[in-house]
């Protein structure tokens, strides 16, 4: 069982929490404490390498993490629900049975597409179409410089383009089927959200899913969809779900101020195509 928490060295028992940070030098882990509703995060070597799910026991030195330089380092754990981070860890894997059973097959499935992916091309262009099609931001290497250099680092950014996509796919499939509007509404809704899910539910993309499941819901029950009041609706799902987001998640405050600007600032640059008659 797993023991109080302390400063110094303890051993914790608890699951692996959330998709694995896979990095050059090593794996970033969340782990929730088992009977705890606290999380911890440490970092590992590269292998052996455990999955969402894995139970295991950790030994290690616990720290309240600090900022550095001008990255609020505390803030940014907290958001994600962190308040220790655990140092020179020794870990131990005693089972696999943790987690949420649907999240877990999504990510083995995640892990299927990315290793047919890595089979058809080579670095840096599997990192490429893995971030187009799921918005994976690893092995870019320097060509994420240089697309973060010309400014088109949105391309491997999911957000309400890929969302529109996925539920114009499913509408479509839906019809060809000859589902009933009212059973394909409600698989739509889900193929969305099992999506956000799938791609990490960042901030951007929570925001889009949301988004597009209210403008769904507006034409389900016959009502015109209005953009402000779901930028509005989809805030504030978000603060109370992780109220840390609304100050302490930069993902978050870009994504809802670029969708802010495409709605009220982009027409005021619009150049009419017709001359004034």
């Not at 290690?60 to 993490?65: D, M, R, S, T």
């Not at 000859?178 to 925001?207: D, E, N, Q």
Request: proline share 5%; charged share 15%; glycine share 8%.
């Amino acid at each position: 069982s797993s023991q109080s928490i302390k400063t110094n060295n303890t051993q914790i028992t608890g699951y692996v929490s959330a998709e694995p940070d896979v990095r050059q030098d090593g794996v970033r882990y969340f782990l929730k404490i088992k009977n705890q509703k606290s999380k911890i995060y440490f970092k590992s070597g590269l292998y052996p390498r455990y999955q969402y799910g894995d139970e295991l026991r950790v030994n290690c030195e616990l720290q309240a993490p600090e900022p550095f330089d001008d990255f609020r380092y505390d803030k940014y754990l907290a958001v994600r629900g962190v308040f220790l981070i655990c140092n020179n860890p020794r870990i131990e894997k005693i089972g696999e049975n943790g987690g949420n059973f649907v999240l877990k097959n999504l990510l083995k499935l995640k892990n299927a597409v990315a290793d047919k992916v890595s089979a058809l091309w080579h670095e840096p262009y599997a990192g490429f179409m893995a971030g187009l099609l799921y918005g994976y931001r690893g092995g870019l290497g320097n060509l994420n410089d240089l697309f973060n250099r010309t400014g088109i680092t949105h391309i491997i950014a999911i957000s309400g383009y890929n969302i529109s996509i996925i539920a114009s796919v499913l509408i479509t499939i839906f019809i060809y089927l000859l589902i009933p509007r009212k059973k394909a509404f409600w698989l739509v809704v889900s193929g969305i959200i099992l999506f956000v899910i799938f791609t990490g539910a960042s901030p951007s993309v929570m925001r889009a899913g949301v988004m597009g499941i209210l403008v769904l819901l507006a034409r389900q029950i016959g009502r015109v969809s209005r953009i402000n009041n779901a930028i509005l609706l989809a805030a504030c799902f978000m603060v109370l779900s992780n109220p840390f987001v609304l100050i302490w998640d930069a993902g978050f405050q870009l994504s809802f101020l670029a969708t802010l600007g495409l709605v009220y600032l982009s027409p005021l640059f619009v150049i009419p195509t017709d001359p004034p008659m």
